[in-house]
């Protein structure tokens, strides 16, 4: 006859007590929750999907234009021979010019690729701290940005031949922040101010995402050209797009907590009336747009002394729309 065996509990071994067996069970359905949650890049990817859509029906549309412009070249050289001339050559000239412009424009935009490039390689450099490699990484951001020989030459005086990379890492970061980051910043900070009071000043939805898409353009291009990045609409498309990847993968919480935590309290917004409050809301957002679209064109990571601060500028934007609120 089978008698049931006692369990064999270790002398060495405490029992749990009902308190942890509560938090036990407790950790356990928070990593359920977390295992659970969606991946906020999904966002990012149904950009992507958007854009290669666009992209499909960009070829579709340029090659019925072309074939349309090929017909209409052919049926006129058919009833004369200077008429297909004429055809052609009023087909041709804006067909070459759009070309080149488009040419140039995917070359501009590649620019940005290969500035991400060049961010990731340099923070490997840094943290390698093998000296002989500022050099030829200074090379690659030169025909990137040919406005960028400037600031190698002043780099190149002002720190001499005895230094090390790491330093003239640390001081092309300083530069960067002396000359692009302000002037680039300069205009965040008027483009958030402008969108914030024109969206709390607004009585329209629909008025409030013009003003928002058309200002983060505009924004964009001068962040580009602060950075030395030639102006191009294709270019400043392509850097929203990504800006906006970037900041849907990245999330709201993200957001509230890097931008509004530094600059206002939950006890602040309260206080805000709602027209006024999406109009502050929308600052953050291009704020976060303007911010973002800078560490897209920088050739150099920010570090921790040369990242912008927005807790002035939301206090003083804080203190205009409670005056007009």
């Given at each position: 006859?089978?008698?049931?065996?006692?369990?064999?509990?270790?002398?060495?071994?405490?029992?749990?007590?009902?308190?942890?067996?509560?938090?036990?069970?407790?950790a356990?359905?928070?990593?359920?929750?977390?295992?659970?949650?969606?991946?906020?890049?999904?966002?990012?990817?149904?950009?992507?999907?958007?854009?290669?859509?666009?992209?499909?029906?960009?070829?579709?549309?340029?090659?019925?234009?072309?074939?349309?412009?090929?017909?209409?070249?052919v049926?006129?050289?058919?009833l004369h021979?200077s008429?297909?001339?004429?055809?052609?050559?009023?087909?041709?000239?804006?067909?070459?010019?759009?070309?080149?412009?488009?040419?140039?424009?995917?070359?501009?935009?590649?620019?940005?690729?290969?500035?991400?490039?060049?961010?990731?390689?340099?923070?490997?450099?840094?943290?390698?701290?093998?000296?002989?490699?500022?050099?030829?990484?200074?090379?690659?951001?030169?025909?990137?940005?040919?406005?960028?020989?400037?600031?190698?030459?002043?780099?190149?005086?002002?720190?001499?031949?005895?230094?090390?990379?790491?330093?003239?890492?640390?001081?092309?970061?300083?530069?960067?922040?002396?000359?692009?980051?302000?002037?680039?910043?300069?205009?965040?900070?008027r483009?958030?101010?402008?969108?914030?009071?024109?969206?709390?000043?607004?009585?329209?939805?629909?008025?409030?995402?013009?003003?928002?898409?058309?200002?983060?353009?505009?924004?964009i291009?001068?962040?580009?050209?602060?950075?030395?990045?030639?102006?191009?609409?294709?270019?400043?498309?392509?850097?929203?797009?990504?800006?906006?990847?970037?900041?849907?993968?990245?999330?709201?919480?993200?957001?509230?907590?890097?931008?509004?935590?530094?600059?206002?309290s939950?006890?602040?917004?309260?206080?805000l009336?709602?027209?006024?409050?999406?109009?502050?809301?929308?600052?953050?957002?291009?704020?976060?747009?303007?911010?973002?679209?800078?560490?897209?064109?920088?050739?150099?990571?920010?570090?921790?002394?040369?990242?912008?601060?927005?807790?002035?500028?939301?206090?003083?934007?804080?203190?205009?729309?409670?005056?007009?609120?």
């Amino acid at each position: 006859m089978n008698r049931p065996t006692k369990t064999q509990t270790s002398p060495w071994l405490e029992p749990i007590s009902a308190a942890e067996q509560k938090q036990l069970a407790v950790a356990s359905t928070e990593v359920e929750d977390i295992e659970d949650t969606p991946d906020p890049g999904w966002a990012g990817n149904r950009l992507l999907a958007y854009s290669g859509i666009a992209k499909a029906a960009a070829w579709f549309v340029g090659g019925f234009v072309g074939l349309q412009a090929a017909m209409l070249v052919v049926g006129a050289g058919q009833l004369h021979w200077s008429l297909g001339l004429g055809a052609g050559l009023l087909v041709g000239i804006p067909g070459v010019w759009l070309i080149h412009k488009l040419w140039r424009a995917r070359r501009n935009m590649r620019r940005v690729e290969a500035l991400e490039g060049l961010r990731i390689e340099a923070g490997q450099l840094r943290v390698g701290a093998v000296d002989g490699v500022f050099g030829p990484w200074s090379e690659q951001v030169k025909r990137l940005l040919p406005s960028s020989s400037a600031w190698f030459n002043r780099l190149a005086q002002r720190t001499g031949a005895y230094a090390n990379d790491n330093e003239r890492f640390d001081y092309f970061d300083q530069l960067l922040a002396a000359q692009c980051d302000q002037q680039a910043q300069a205009a965040v900070v008027r483009a958030t101010r402008r969108t914030a009071l024109g969206v709390a000043a607004s009585p329209f939805l629909a008025l409030d995402l013009v003003l928002a898409v058309a200002g983060n353009l505009s924004l964009i291009g001068q962040v580009a050209r602060a950075y030395g990045l030639p102006p191009s609409p294709f270019l400043e498309t392509r850097l929203l797009l990504q800006v906006y990847r970037q900041i849907a993968t990245m999330g709201a919480i993200e957001l509230g907590s890097e931008v509004a935590g530094q600059a206002l309290s939950h006890e602040v917004l309260a206080r805000l009336s709602g027209r006024v409050a999406q109009g502050f809301s929308a600052g953050l957002y291009t704020y976060r747009i303007g911010i973002t679209a800078m560490s897209l064109c920088r050739p150099l990571a920010f570090s921790e002394q040369t990242k912008p601060r927005p807790g002035r500028l939301f206090a003083d934007l804080f203190k205009k729309l409670e005056v007009e609120g």
